[in-house]
């Protein structure tokens, strides 16, 4: 039989090619002969945070940009302290804790987390693509051609690509159908293929067929999903964790 061992090594992303031979060149001797240990990498799954944060300005003489900088490093420290590591959950609640206790001049804040899953795709080449959330999802009314798309939140929705020639993203349109949907110039949208993948909503799982990009900025492609709660709950071997470029932060002074 074989033994799938995911490793994650602290500071980093993962574990190197050089690191999975030198640890399964250690595991090998030490395991039953009918046992043969693979080290894998694990994945990881991000946090896209979007937040409101409220301060006192008769209390303080900071700026909007050094409260942002102190949310923003309270929600870094709880990612160090609470996550990046296996089986860990955020609660979003616990982390909004986190920002108001950052300055006795925040009044509150309001917060929303979602989960992230990046993929690197081939560019020019036709790719099927699976992955869970492994949480429960969120369920809008579906979306129909002639709704409007800004009033729909979707379970799970991309970044930005280029698809036959047209800038592109994978959302679903709350019937359980990912389809890859081009926006237009009046406000509107066209759906460039209906039928481009699949979510469960219940378990959070997303099959992407046969999809071709042509191109995309940034070093991946985002799947940003909603989860029904508003928490977002650890996978097996897929580790949570919050990063400086998902966070979006919106000062109001009062």
Do not use: W
């Amino acid at each position: 039989g074989r033994v799938i061992i995911s490793v994650d090594v602290q500071g980093a992303d993962g574990v190197s090619d050089a690191d999975k031979t030198r640890y399964t060149q250690f595991l090998r001797p030490r395991s039953p002969l009918a046992i043969e240990p693979r080290v894998v990498s694990p994945e990881f799954m991000y946090i896209r945070i979007q937040d409101r944060v409220y301060y006192d300005t008769q209390k303080t003489t900071l700026s909007a940009a050094s409260i942002e900088q102190l949310a923003k490093s309270a929600m870094l420290q709880y990612s160090a302290d609470n996550l990046e590591d296996f089986n860990r959950d955020l609660r979003f609640s616990k982390l909004s804790t986190a920002v108001d206790n950052s300055s006795p001049v925040i009044l509150s804040n309001d917060i929303r987390v979602q989960p992230v899953v990046e993929y690197v795709p081939t560019l020019g080449a036709s790719e099927n693509l699976a992955f869970t959330f492994g949480n429960v999802m969120y369920l809008d009314p579906p979306l129909d051609a002639d709704h409007n798309i800004t009033r729909h939140e979707p379970a799970v929705k991309t970044t930005e690509f280029v698809y036959q020639g047209r800038n592109a993203f994978l959302q679903d349109d709350g019937r359980g159908v990912i389809k890859i949907i081009s926006s237009t110039t009046d406000g509107g949208f066209v759906f460039l293929k209906n039928d481009a993948g699949t979510i469960n909503y219940d378990t959070g799982e997303v099959i992407i067929s046969n999809l071709i990009i042509d191109s995309y900025q940034g070093n991946a492609i985002k799947f940003i999903g909603k989860t029904r709660c508003g928490n977002v709950f650890g996978v097996k071997n897929r580790i949570v964790s919050i990063r400086e470029e998902d966070i979006f932060i919106t000062v109001i002074g009062r």
